[in-house]
C-alpha cells in the first residue's frame, strides 16, 4: 500500500524476508492522487507483475490532463472502488473505504482506509498524521519559512509581527489547520452527514485525523 520509495534491489532485498514467510505479492494499492505516492506506484507494480494493482480513481495532472497511462501507471491498473462492502476483495481479511475531497477546482485529495480484520489494524495513507506543539526546525532555519511562519501570526492585513517564540508557535498553528482543513461540502462519496467536529484548542503530538471543522465558528 502507498509504494513511496523506489523499487530499487536493496528495497526488494528487504521485501523478500516477508515473501519467503507469507508468500508472494498478491495486491499493490495507490491510495492517494499526490504525485509523491503515484511516482514510484507504477515501477512498483512492475516488479510484481503477477499482483493485482489498484489506484483510486480521481488521478489527475496538472496542468493538462493526461490519461493514467502518462503518469506512469501500468495497463492493467484497475479503479480502487470507494468501498468494499458487498465486494469480495483482499480475500476476506481486509475491509477498506476512501475518502474523497474536492478542494478546488482541478484538484482532489483521496485516501484509503483499510482495516485487517484479524489483527484489527488500521491502515491510512495521509489522512492521519502527527503534529508537534513547536514548528519543526526546518521552518525555523530558513529566513523564507520563517516569514512565512510569522505571515500565518498576523490577525490584521497590515500588522507587523515581532518575531517571538508565541508568534512562531501561533503562525505554526495556524499554517497546520489551513493545510487539514476539508469544507464539508467537499466531501463526497458516502460522508458521514454529520461530520466529526474537533474544536482543537491547541495541537498534540498524538496523531490527528485533517478535521472537518478543526475550529469553534466565531459568533
Known amino acids: 500500500m502507498a509504494p513511496q520509495v523506489a523499487p530499487t534491489r536493496e528495497c526488494l532485498s528487504l521485501l523478500q524476508p ?8 498478491k495486491y499493490i494499492v495507490l491510495p492517494s492522487v499526490a504525485v509523491e505516492h503515484k511516482v514510484n506506484a507504477g515501477p512498483f507494480a512492475r516488479a510484481f507483475p503477477s499482483a493485482e494493482f489498484y489506484a483510486v480513481d480521481q488521478q489527475y495532472s496538472f496542468p493538462v490532463p493526461l490519461p493514467s497511462l502518462f503518469l506512469g501507471l501500468p495497463p492493467w491498473t484497475k479503479p480502487l472502488p470507494r468501498s468494499s462492502a458487498g465486494l469480495d476483495l483482499w480475500g476476506g481479511e481486509l475491509e477498506h473505504e476512501v475518502l474523497t475531497v474536492k478542494p478546488g477546482p482541478g484538484s482532489y485529495f483521496q485516501d484509503v482506509a483499510f482495516v485487517h480484520k484479524p ?53 505554526w498553528r495556524r499554517i497546520v489547520l489551513l493545510f487539514n482543513f476539508f469544507i464539508p461540502g467537499a466531501v463526497q462519496a458516502g460522508a458521514d452527514p454529520n461530520p466529526i467536529r474537533h474544536p482543537h484548542s491547541s495541537l498534540t503530538t498524538q496523531p490527528l485525523a485533517p478535521a472537518l471543522a478543526p475550529f469553534k465558528p466565531a459568533r
Open 18 to 25: 516477508l515473501i519467503d514467510a507469507h508468500g508472494p505479492v
Open 119 to 171: 489483527s484489527r489494524t488500521l491502515l491510512i495513507c495521509d489522512a492521519i498524521l502527527a503534529v508537534t506543539e513547536e514548528p519543526p526546525p526546518i521552518l525555523t532555519s530558513d529566513p523564507e519559512y520563517l516569514r512565512a511562519l510569522l505571515f500565518h501570526a498576523r490577525d490584521a492585513p497590515t500588522e507587523v509581527i515581532a518575531d517571538s517564540p508565541e508568534a512562531r508557535r501561533k503562525g
